[in-house]
């Protein structure tokens, strides 16, 4: 059953890294990633899989954490795979948020995308980097300005 989840819980997630990264404009993309039911089977995955971490010594590991309390604690497989499906959801609510602002804002996030599926924080701060490069080179000045004069 531990294989099971596990292994369902990374396919499960791979048709929305697809849509947002290979087709993020189409209306299909638009109206799938509007949905918050992935977050709710992930989570519930997740939290049927911590049912079955936590007991008094992972409850002291997680409650005063140390290096090598936490390795011991997720050298048990279940331990493993909730902490798995913890960076899925996560790294998946992440992308979410970073496809949605490149939608809103019209920034490129194809690169980024692709980075948070595989390493979640630096797709993260490859957005922030894009949407910030952005802002300042490409952006419109606002309504009304005028162009300085030479």
Not at 8 to 27: C, E, K, S, Y
Not at 56 to 72: I, M
Not at 92 to 117: A, D, K, M, N, P
Request: charge should be negative.
């Amino acid at each position: 059953m531990l294989d099971w989840l596990f292994n369902g819980a990374n396919v499960f997630v791979l048709p929305f890294w697809t849509l947002m990264i290979l087709v993020p404009n189409w209306q299909g993309t638009r109206w799938i990633m509007k949905s918050f039911l992935p977050f709710v089977a992930l989570v519930a995955i997740y939290g049927y899989l911590l049912a079955g971490t936590i007991d008094g010594e992972s409850a002291a590991a997680l409650a005063n954490p140390q290096l090598a309390d936490l390795a011991r604690l997720f050298a048990n497989p279940q331990a493993t795979a909730t902490g798995w499906v913890h960076f899925l959801v996560m790294d998946l609510f992440v992308g979410r948020w970073i496809y949605w602002e490149g939608q809103r804002t019209g920034i490129w996030t194809t690169h980024s995308l692709t980075l948070c599926l595989f390493a979640g924080p630096i797709g993260l701060l490859c957005h922030i980097i894009t949407q910030g490069l952005g802002d300042r080179f490409f952006s419109s000045p606002p309504e009304g300005a005028t162009p300085e004069a030479s």
